[in-house]
């Protein structure tokens, strides 16, 4: 007996075409990847997401900035409670 179906879903080219290569680059077809979220998510009724660890344009600018800001002495802190923060952020 067969118990197998097909899903028919809707994605954005590029995704699917990288998806592809990066299954095929693994060894694995595509569609057991996808069965695999599946089985997973059935079983546990959950979904996981993972931030990015390389950050965005805009972060990468704050970061920078950030960092020419404490090369100048320009920071305050560490704070040693709440009150003493909340005084600095209103100055």
């Known amino acids: 007996m067969n118990t197998k179906t097909t899903i028919l879903i809707k994605t954005d080219k590029k995704i699917k075409v990288a998806a592809q290569k990066a299954a095929k680059d693994i060894g694995i077809p595509l569609s057991t ?33 950030s960092q020419k800001e404490y090369e100048r002495g320009g920071y305050t802190g560490p704070f040693s409670n709440l009150e003493d923060l909340h005084k600095a952020l209103s100055t």
Do not use: D, W
């Open 33 to 65: 990847v996808l069965g695999m979220y599946l089985r997973k998510f059935a079983h546990e009724r959950r979904i996981e997401f993972e931030a990015s660890l390389v950050p965005n344009a805009k972060t990468i600018q704050a970061i920078k900035k």
